[in-house]
């Protein structure tokens, strides 16, 4: 019978915010697949886990992670952790978990910290929708690239950051989207953790007058002003029309987006 395969949430700083449930997991499996070995060992040896640890990383996931696959396939039970957090968010662990269920074996996640909820949560920015971007290019030209394509986006954008790149990530965030709502979340649950919100220029300046910025930051950005469509409401139709769009739909969508009833958008057009 085939072992089953255990995602696992770890702390991503203070050690108390591990489940139980975890903790019972990393106990009873046969082995733990993690990106550090020694890493992970101080979070093992903290709770007194004296399970052996393999590493699992983005330079040997491809012979690893078969041979993970054929020990779970031999009934071997196995967890998979990353440095901190949520495995696979930004991490290595997709590969794995994909030629495991491709195998048949059962993938079960263990749910528990991680960043990005805990920053948005806390923010004060929208969080009825939003969307993890990663991490922002290194590189101005394509990091203000991408943020160009996400201008338009009506929700709540979230992505990881350097220390030593976030201010100049945010002097592109300024350039690209404004004066929007921004928020920095550094250290989250550690003895450090900070928020600082404003826009990007305000806090670009209070990280620029520190000697240093140190720590794990998340980068939260609001949502713009939704974007005022001067049009006839004839033309705004017509051009979703055009799209392929039919008729009746596009009415309804001009009438959504403005505050309109669609008898009120229909009548303009049976005149």
């Known amino acids: 019978m085939a072992g089953v395969l255990y995602i696992v949430s770890t702390p991503i700083g203070n050690l108390e915010d591990i489940t139980t449930r975890a903790v019972r997991v990393l106990r009873e499996v046969d082995i733990i697949a993690c990106e550090d070995t020694r890493h992970t060992r101080k979070l093992l040896d903290h709770f007194g886990i004296a399970k052996p640890a393999i590493s699992y990383h983005e330079h040997n996931e491809a012979a690893r992670g078969a041979e993970l696959v054929e020990r779970l396939s031999r009934g071997e039970n196995i967890a998979l952790v990353s ?60 990091r203000r690239k991408l943020l160009e394509q996400l201008i338009r986006e009506d929700c709540t954008l979230v992505f990881y950051e350097a220390p030593h790149r976030v201010v100049d990530a945010l002097e592109d965030v300024e350039a690209v989207m404004g004066s929007r709502p921004v928020v920095i979340a550094r250290e989250l649950t550690k003895l450090h953790e900070e928020f600082l919100r404003g826009t990007a220029a305000e806090i670009r300046a209070q990280l620029a007058s520190r000697d240093s910025v140190r720590g794990e930051i998340t980068l939260l950005i609001g949502k713009g002003a939704p974007a005022i469509d001067e049009r006839p409401v004839e033309e ?14 596009a009415i309804k969508q001009v009438a959504k987006e403005r505050g309109l009833s669609k008898r009120e958008v229909y009548r303009l057009f049976t005149k």
Do not use: H, W
């Open 83 to 142: 440095d901190a957090g949520t495995p696979l968010i930004s991490d290595p662990g997709y590969r794995v978990v994909k030629a495991a269920i491709d195998a048949g074996i059962t993938v079960v996640p263990i749910p528990g910290p991680s960043a990005i909820v805990a920053a948005l949560s806390a923010s004060g920015l929208a969080t009825d929708s939003f969307r993890f971007c990663g991490f922002l290019p290194p590189k101005t030209t394509r």
């Open 236 to 249: 705004a139709v017509s051009a979703l029309e055009q799209q392929g769009v039919p008729r009746m739909d």
